[in-house]
């Protein structure tokens, strides 16, 4: 049985990501003190909307 890398409650690792569409630069230190919620998923899907729209987060681009 393979062992999964993720564990509730750990810390994520630092990264950094392009934003669609506006091409900025966000990295999890640029985001410190504002709850986070990554979703990687084809930018036109519509339940990657969906779930955006439900969480009342701003969009990044």
């Not at 990264?15 to 084809?42: E, K, M, P, W, Y």
């Amino acid at each position: 049985m393979a062992s999964s890398s993720i564990i509730v409650g750990q810390q994520a690792p630092a990264f950094t990501l392009t934003a669609l569409g506006s091409n900025r630069i966000v990295s999890l230190a640029s985001c410190q003190g504002t709850a986070l919620l990554l979703v990687f998923h084809d930018q036109n899907a519509v339940a990657a909307r969906t779930i955006h729209a439900g969480s009342g987060a701003r969009p990044l681009s």
